[in-house]
């Protein structure tokens, strides 16, 4: 831009300078007049795509930095994380197609199961067990390709059976289990209540295969 207003000051200079003689030459100048315009408009137009050119490029240099960042700082994120973020992601849809409830025949008093989905895919399981002695809520979360990637178990054990006259004041105490799982292999788990640590240590990948069959036992029926 600095050349094309370098360039056209010239040209002004050089009309006040020579008006007579350029009047009295009027028509033989007249083509290298129209020439002198169109290089300046040229040039200016030359300045001009260069300066979006320049401007575009930086653009998208930025665009594909910011994606290279983000997916860089996923892959520094432990699998653990990784599955958390899945699992709060789903949590937080709104609403969840329900394609149906199945009575389950688990329990002595019945349970059930019921399959979320969203935008077609499987993403969580929900089923609840009933018994005489307590009750079992299950979670269980897929990834996009429907695999189990996380298990929450919360386990209500009652101090004595439902059906006795003084069944108000059955008192109960609560255990959670949560599973982390990828391709098949136990990542982490968490065990919350009066749980016997060394034997939950000990029976941890036993617990996550039962798990990973009831899963894919309730996604077969769930087809």
């Avoid at 290298?32 to 030359?46: A, D, E, H, N, P």
């Avoid at 799982?181 to 941890?204: C, H, P, S, V, W």
């Avoid at 617990?207 to 087809?223: C, F, G, H, P, V």
Wanted: with cysteine; net charge negative; aromatic share 16%.
């Amino acid at each position: 831009m600095i050349y094309s207003n370098n360039y056209f000051g010239y040209i002004l200079k050089f009309f006040r300078k020579n008006k007579y003689w350029l009047i009295k030459n009027i028509t033989n100048m007249s083509n290298v007049f129209l020439l002198s315009f169109v290089l300046l408009l040229s040039s200016c137009q030359g300045n001009k795509t260069t300066k979006i050119d320049s401007n575009s490029s930086t653009v998208v240099d930025s665009v594909s930095d910011f994606k290279k960042q983000k997916v860089q700082q996923y892959k520094e994120k432990s699998i653990e994380e990784q599955i958390d973020e899945r699992v709060k992601y789903i949590d937080s849809i709104k609403p969840m197609a329900n394609k149906g409830t199945i009575e389950l025949e688990e329990s002595t008093e019945g349970g059930e199961a019921t399959f979320y989905y969203y935008e077609n895919r499987l993403i969580k399981i929900e089923t609840h067990h009933f018994g005489e002695m307590g009750k079992k809520d299950s979670y269980y979360y897929a990834d996009e390709k429907w695999k189990l990637i996380f298990y929450r178990e919360i386990l209500e054990q009652y101090s004595q059976p439902i059906y006795l006259s003084d069944a108000e004041n059955i008192k109960s105490e609560i255990f959670q289990t949560q599973l982390f799982i990828r391709d098949n292999q136990l990542i982490n788990y968490k065990f919350l209540g009066d749980y016997d640590t060394a034997m939950a240590e000990e029976e941890a990948e036993a617990i996550m295969q039962q798990t990973i069959d009831k899963y894919n036992y309730y996604l077969e029926i769930s087809q």
